[in-house]
Nanobody, 122 residues
Framework: QVQLVESGGGLVQAGGSLRLSCAASGPSFSMYTIGWFRQAPGKEREFVAAVNWSGSTTYYADSAKGRFTVSRDNAKNTAYLQMNSQKPEDTAVYYC???????????????WGQGTQVTVSS
């Protein structure tokens, strides 16, 4: 079992950048696909991005393409979500999640972090 802890959220102005981190504890981090999701107030949780076990393959929601970059460092047991050119509509609680699979494009992840708040002001 892996435990996930997000950090790096905060308040940023529109057009600014934030980098979220997802620190994992537990065995076999490199055997997991890591996904990022977000949930805005009054809305359902939505997929943002995912990275495969090695970091060689990524997948983005249309809302994230060209602005967000997902990556990982298996030596540090950490995944990242770099968010650039942020918009007020990016305001949400961001969650990282782990799926025990070398590559996974679904939304039924096995493990979830507690979330970190990102607020983008206009």
């Amino acid at each position: 079992q892996v435990q996930l802890v997000e950090s790096g959220g905060g308040l940023v102005q529109a057009g600014g950048s934030l980098r979220l981190s997802c620190a994992a504890s537990g065995p076999s981090f490199s055997m997991y696909t890591i996904g990022w999701f977000r949930q805005a107030p009054g809305k359902e949780r939505e997929f943002v991005a995912a990275v495969n076990w090695s970091g060689s393959t990524t997948y983005y929601a249309d809302s994230a393409k060209g602005r967000f970059t997902v990556s990982r460092d298996n030596a540090k047991n950490t995944a990242y979500l770099q968010m650039n050119s942020q918009k007020p509509e990016d305001t949400a609680v961001y969650y990282c999640a782990g799926k025990r699979s070398f590559w996974y494009t679904g939304v039924a992840y096995d493990y979830w972090g507690q979330g970190t708040q990102v607020t983008v002001s206009s």
